[in-house]
């Protein structure tokens, strides 16, 4: 299809080889690519990335298909994906139990972005930094409430999105989700409802015990907001 694109740059839609940095193998990688495995190890080869017709045309998604448009999307997320895990990292240091918890929800959140059709440039980051207001407000208030959370984490991501290389665009509604992540109702797009049903189907175990299923039941009809989160939620814990 995209030889049929008026819009088309050769420079672009021509493959170049990238060196695996393991075995040194030329990997070929087309301008619809940004990671590819090595035909030699196995190992993944990113490239750095420059925009491309897919990141600004509004007829990109028609032009590629939407299941190779859905490909390229997590292509790009999972270079920034890396990034902000290792800053989430960084930032919180020593505490594997906040760390971890970021990375289970982070794991719901994509199983729930396939099938919802999130966008994945807002739903991975709001996943890996929702709770990073959790260490100010220990540290200033000693205390990790829920809306210490919101006051405080969104002014930490945006620091964090910015040194990432994240869009304003994208930044200002990963902020805002991040600033009522605990308070459902304040936004009600379908990137919110992703992450906010990932948490829950972490919090779920980690803090609501698995033993009522009555209870649990309960909780699962009334707290989650997609379909596919309360499936999960029915299936992991009921």
Not at 25 to 46: L, Q
Not at 115 to 122: C, G, L, R, S, T
Not at 156 to 169: D, F, W
Not at 232 to 238: D, F, V
Request: charged share 35%; proline share 3%; net charge neutral.
């Amino acid at each position: 299809m995209l030889d049929k694109c008026p819009g088309k740059d050769r420079r672009q839609a021509d493959a170049e080889n990238i060196t695996c940095s393991v075995c040194g193998y030329a990997a070929e990688i087309f301008f619809d690519e940004i990671k590819v495995r090595c035909p030699g190890c196995g190992s993944s080869i990113c490239r750095e990335r420059l925009p491309t017709c897919l990141d600004w045309c509004k007829a990109a998604k028609e032009c590629l298909g939407q299941e190779d448009y859905r490909s390229y999307q997590e292509g790009k997320s999972a270079i920034l994906k890396d990034k902000l895990i290792k800053e989430l990292e960084d930032y919180f240091g020593s505490d594997l139990k906040r760390i971890n918890h970021a990375k289970k929800v982070l794991g719901y959140a994509e199983e729930i972005s396939r099938k919802e059709q999130a966008d994945w440039e807002v739903v991975i980051p709001a996943s890996i930094l929702h709770d990073v207001g959790i260490k100010l407000a220990e540290e200033k208030y000693s205390s990790s409430a829920g809306h210490l959370q919101e006051k405080l984490g969104p002014e930490i991501a945006r620091k964090i999105l910015l040194k990432s290389g994240v869009s304003k665009e994208k930044r200002d509604e990963i902020c805002q989700i991040i600033g009522c992540h605990h308070s459902p109702g304040k936004i009600n797009t379908a990137n919110f409802k992703v992450l906010y049903d990932a948490d829950w189907l972490v919090n779920l175990g980690e803090e609501a015990g698995t033993a009522d299923k009555a209870k649990l039941a309960r909780i699962i009809e009334k707290v989650f907001l997609t379909k596919t989160g309360k499936d999960m939620s029915k299936r992991i814990y009921l």
